[in-house]
């Protein structure tokens, strides 16, 4: 019995592939090249086969009666063989001719069928979006089925970046990011929406502090911080002024750690109804009080050689009304 790859080398002379037998590749091309040298002919040929006409032939083709005949005798002549017994102005096929015509029909429908197919198929066009892992993963991933059901023909390509690329970089068509780090690289961003924060923790956090909670007072919580202790800081600078409880805590680099944390029960975390509406929704956090701060805007920009394209309008379209 032979192993599989005993015949893999092209010097053996035995591959059944035409790429490692240059004789067979030769010929096969050869014979693709005198093919296609006659593939008016051959078109003429099935039109007068299929109406068993010349003149019907020559209507269909745009071409005159003789033309097609001419194109005919050049086939029969590449063949060797006759293709039409001639008797005045009406031609019948020969046996050969009706053995191959059924199949040279099929053939021609079936390159018209996949170019109709090509034809008709929708191109895809794809955006390079590139944006804040929080957003990416929280907002934009779980959105991203509404906007393919509104574009089909438009494909996401979403990436998550801590920083947001710079502006000459060509790295994204659109960029989603914090407004303190998107506009220092890109002057042209606008605003999208503001994250707005309130207390809010886990529901199993707020049944071990069920007391605390109840009376309000956030000061001697845990607390979950995200980009360090800044956005506590300002919570507690306008609400209570004075506490020291925001030095406190466990920090995370990512907002998404952050959230993590906290409906894993590690503390009370400053959330908002966008990225964390689903958490919200399912009773994942939980509210614990309405005193609100800012955190930051989220911007977007967008590439400068894709602006007018209209898939990147229409990415910037669908956005707005998301976040209005």
């Known amino acids: 019995m032979s192993n599989r790859g005993e015949n893999s080398n092209p010097a053996s002379g035995s591959s059944r592939f035409p790429n490692d037998c240059p004789q067979r590749s030769l010929r096969l091309r050869s014979i693709i090249?005198?093919?296609?040298?006659?593939?008016?002919?051959?078109r003429a040929f099935e039109a007068a086969a299929r109406h068993e006409s010349f003149a019907k032939a020559a209507a269909e083709l745009r071409v005159s009666h003789t033309v097609v005949s001419r194109h005919v005798r050049n086939l029969e002549h590449w063949l060797s063989t006759g293709l039409f017994v001639r008797s005045g102005n009406r031609v019948a096929l020969t046996d050969d001719a009706r053995m191959i015509a059924p199949k040279i029909t099929a053939a021609f429908l079936a390159i018209d069928e996949s170019f109709e197919g090509l034809r008709s198929a929708p191109r895809k066009t794809r955006i390079r979006v590139t944006a804040e892992p929080a957003f990416a993963t929280r907002w934009l991933r779980r959105h991203a089925h509404a906007f393919r059901a509104e574009y089909p023909n438009i494909e996401i390509d979403l990436t998550a970046s801590r920083s947001p690329p710079g502006r000459e970089s060509g790295a994204a068509d659109v960029v989603i990011h914090f407004e303190q780090r998107l506009q220092a690289r890109n002057p042209h961003a606008r605003r999208l929406f503001p994250i707005d924060a309130f207390p809010a923790c886990s529901a199993g956090f707020l049944r071990s502090h069920v007391q605390v909670a109840a009376a309000g007072d956030?000061?001697?919580?845990?607390?979950v911080h995200d980009h360090g202790l800044d956005i506590w800081r300002e919570w507690f600078t306008r609400y209570e002024p004075g506490c020291e409880a925001w030095r406190n805590g466990r920090v995370y680099?990512?907002?998404?750690?952050?959230?993590?944390?906290?409906?894993?029960?590690?503390?009370?975390?400053?959330a908002d109804d966008i990225l964390c509406a689903r958490e919200l929704e399912t009773g994942a956090l939980v509210r614990l009080d309405d005193r609100i701060v800012r955190c930051t805007w989220y911007c977007v920009a967008f590439d400068d050689a894709v602006v007018s394209d209209p898939a990147i309008a229409a990415f910037a379209s669908w956005l707005d009304r998301q976040v209005r």
């Open 33 to 42: 090249v005198r093919a296609t040298s006659f593939l008016n002919a051959i």
């Open 253 to 270: 680099s990512d907002l998404s750690l952050a959230i993590d944390a906290a409906v894993d029960g590690e503390g009370v975390i400053l």
């Open 218 to 223: 956030i000061r001697t919580l845990p607390l």
